[in-house]
């Protein structure tokens, strides 16, 4: 009977000093932080102004040329679940701020590096994020203590930091054109009754190859890149327009799917294209009553939506046709001409038109397009065409623009502006630092860590301009201890100035949605110790 009392002692002490094997945790985490910072490492060179470009060959064959940190990253083909995590982390970037995609990878990627000597050290991982997350919340607090106010009204500013944005990019040469038309683009959209939403799908980036990123306006009004149906002498200019954006088909209407018709007589096929005549000059007719001039019609995928016997008598009626407008577009088309779709002939009323000073179509480089200026109650809209020479520079040009155009809504959302030029991150490190010193315990090794790690940018900084970085950030620390707080990095005179004289500033959202992000997600990597794959 005595035995299973003697045997319970053992299991209790099995329990107690039983192995456990820690390496495969030690492993997964070293594995997932190497490959999150490969990701980081590799575009580390594309940072700042005097960053080095990418250039992407995707399996299609297409060439892109970019400089964009979330560009990159969405073309890579991440395998690893961490390191997509960098690339989901740049994205989420790209929608909080717009601009500093690169920024917030090169960030996580030196916290990780940080990260992995703490571990070593034998700091448990929970105890790392959760320092980490103090540390963020510290930094946030720091960074708007050094931003400066501005206003909206104070355009000189908002074009500085549009410009800063574009330095970066590819198109930087063409940053005097690209700054004042992003902040005049964003500040025509801006609704006096909701100034702080700024909804960018109201600016239109109309891309027309020819020509070069200097011949690229902004249009107050409507450009389609298409051009007016010309069947039968079709209008090609039209003043004093009355526009009406239609979602029905202009044609004979066909018999349902699978269905056939056998005509054995030619007087009932005189009769069936004499009535087909006769139902398209009743719509325009009806059209014509309500004094309509300009038809913009809707791409149909069930039957085409216009016929040539339809342009034909729309031609002679003097209306000026432009077809295929894509689904997508007729919600920007409507609020721009404040008027209203008609998705039915019956519903066709003079009431539901826009007015417009004139239609027209121009010549562009080798193709044509449709404007539309001098509408009467425009809505908070505009529209951006941008030109380039080819292809690549095109589409660079569209991306360089929409960082720009976020850039100025991250400042009509959080009016504060701070220093560029590693000046805010090197202030970060030095007061986190001096934080460190008075924290007890484990907390003063992590946020030390934290401190040490933001020193990265101006290092890469100086590295991508082509200067000796350990000189150059060790001159910047100087700088900071004696009180210039916005002493930075002024990659074209490859010294140290006061940046803020220099006109390089960056609006507060970007650097502290960059700094909560890269620390997230290094949060979220560290705590991972196993990766258990599902077939």
Not at 32 to 61: C, F, Q, Y
Not at 212 to 220: G, Q
Not at 267 to 280: A, F, G, H, T, W
Request: charged fraction near 25%; glycine fraction near 6%.
């Amino acid at each position: 009977m005595a035995s299973p009392a003697v045997q319970a002692p053992r299991t209790a002490l099995s329990k107690t000093e039983s192995y456990v094997d820690n390496k495969r945790k030690e492993d997964i985490r070293q594995a997932n932080i190497v490959a999150a910072r490969s990701v980081s490492d590799a575009i580390r060179t594309s940072l700042g102004p005097k960053g080095m470009d990418k250039m992407i060959s995707t399996a299609s064959g297409e060439v892109i040329i970019t400089n964009d940190g979330a560009t990159i990253l969405n073309k890579m083909e991440v395998l690893q679940p961490a390191a997509k995590m960098f690339v989901e982390l740049s994205k989420s970037q790209d929608v909080v701020a717009g601009d500093g995609t690169t920024t917030v990878v090169v960030i996580a990627g030196s916290l990780l590096k940080q990260c992995l000597s703490l571990l070593n050290s034998g700091i448990h991982p929970t105890v790392i994020s959760d320092s980490l997350h103090r540390a963020s919340l510290k930094a946030v607090d720091v960074l708007t203590a050094m931003a400066v106010p501005i206003e909206l009204s104070d355009r000189d500013s908002l074009v500085k930091s549009a410009s800063t944005s574009l330095n970066s990019k590819v198109v930087s040469q063409y940053s005097t054109l690209l700054a004042p038309l992003a902040v005049d683009a964003v500040l025509s959209v801006v609704d006096p009754e909701k100034p702080d939403l700024v909804d960018l799908r109201d600016v239109k980036i109309v891309k027309k190859l020819g020509g070069t990123v200097d011949d690229t306006e902004l249009v107050k009004g409507l450009v389609f890149d298409k051009k007016a149906s010309h069947a039968s002498g079709g209008l090609t200019r039209i003043e004093n327009a009355k526009i009406a954006v239609i979602q029905f088909q202009i044609s004979p209407p066909k018999t349902d799917i699978e269905q056939s018709i056998v005509v054995s007589d030619y007087s009932q096929m005189d009769r069936i294209l004499k009535e087909e005549r006769n139902y398209i000059l009743g719509m325009i007719k009806k059209i014509k009553a309500t004094g309509c001039n300009v038809l913009l019609i809707q791409k149909s995928i069930l039957r085409d939506a216009v016929t040539d016997l339809s342009l034909h008598y729309l031609a002679k009626a003097k209306i000026m046709v432009v077809k295929d407008i894509e689904r997508d577009e007729i919600e920007f088309i409507t609020k721009s001409l404040n008027c209203l779709p008609i998705a039915n002939i019956e519903h066709f009323r003079a009431e539901k038109l826009g007015y417009a000073d004139l239609v027209e179509e121009a010549s562009l480089g080798d193709g044509k397009i449709v404007k539309i200026t001098g509408i009467k109650d425009m809505g908070r809209t505009t529209t951006v065409l941008v030109r380039g020479s080819n292809q690549l520079v095109l589409d660079e040009a569209e991306r360089s623009l929409h960082d720009a155009l976020c850039v100025v809504r991250c400042l009509v959302n959080e009016k504060f502006l701070i220093a560029g030029g590693g000046a805010p991150e090197i202030e970060l490190s030095r007061q986190l630092g001096a934080w460190a010193k008075v924290l007890q315990g484990m907390d003063s090794y992590c946020v030390r860590s934290f401190a040490e790690a933001l020193e990265v940018f101006p290092y890469t900084l100086a590295e991508n301009a082509g200067l000796n970085p350990i000189s150059i950030v060790t001159e910047l620390r100087n700088r900071h201890a004696q009180g210039e707080i916005n002493a930075g990095i002024n990659v074209r005179k490859g010294q140290i100035t006061n940046i803020l004289e220099e006109n390089v500033v960056q609006p507060l959202l970007v650097s502290t949605s960059a700094i909560t992000l890269a620390t997230e997600c290094v949060g979220m990597i560290l705590k991972i110790d196993d990766i258990v794959t599902v077939r």
